[in-house]
């Protein structure tokens, strides 16, 4: 069966699935239990998303992946990821040293902790194996709108290729991550 799928810009999806990042800045899709914070889907497809994309709000080497939807009413979904780690972040410097390390400006993470006046937002960072073909689905009416999370049934899982990061890079950059966190 599949996983869910999490909504994300296409732009963050493609620099995830090749590699180019492994982690995303999240203020949605994430919820708080009573023992504190977990994440609602430890593992999930990555949901290519057009609505709300804004190349303003990336950084300048991730411009050349902004393009229009090149399927529109068909969700090509490239990767699945799985959750490495998770911080939550409460304080706005430490947020805006997460700059480098994913595909949005200092600008972006600011207005993503401060939105709806509640300042915090969650780091989290991402193990993505593509998937071998891209899984192609007819976009329903349930899966549109700003919701992050997409529940998908009645297929299984395509082979998942090698992940996009080598398991050594992803274990040196949550080292760098959790002291820089700190």
């Known amino acids: 069966m599949l996983p869910p799928a999490l909504k994300e810009w296409d732009t963050q999806c493609q620099a995830l699935a090749s590699g180019q990042t492994a982690l995303i800045v999240r203020k949605g899709g994430i919820m708080e239990t009573h023992d504190g914070f977990e994440v609602e889907h430890r593992r999930f497809l990555l949901y290519p998303t057009f609505l709300h994309q804004n190349g303003a709000e990336l950084r300048p080497e991730f411009h050349p992946l902004v393009r229009p939807d090149p399927l529109p009413g068909t969700l090509t979904l490239p990767a699945l990821a799985e959750v490495v780690a998770v911080w939550k972040i409460e304080e ?91």
């Open 92 to 182: 706005l410097e430490r947020a805006r040293k997460l700059e480098p390390y994913q595909a949005l400006t200092a600008a972006a993470i600011e207005r993503r902790f401060a939105y709806r006046n509640r300042p915090w937002l969650h780091a989290m960072l991402l193990r993505v194996s593509p998937l071998t073909p891209p899984l192609q689905l007819a976009e329903t009416p349930e899966m549109l709108g700003c919701l992050s999370w997409v529940p998908l049934e009645g297929m299984t899982l395509p082979e998942l290729g090698a992940s996009s990061k080598p398991e050594a890079e992803l274990q040196a950059l949550h080292a760098e991550l959790t002291d820089l966190l700190r």
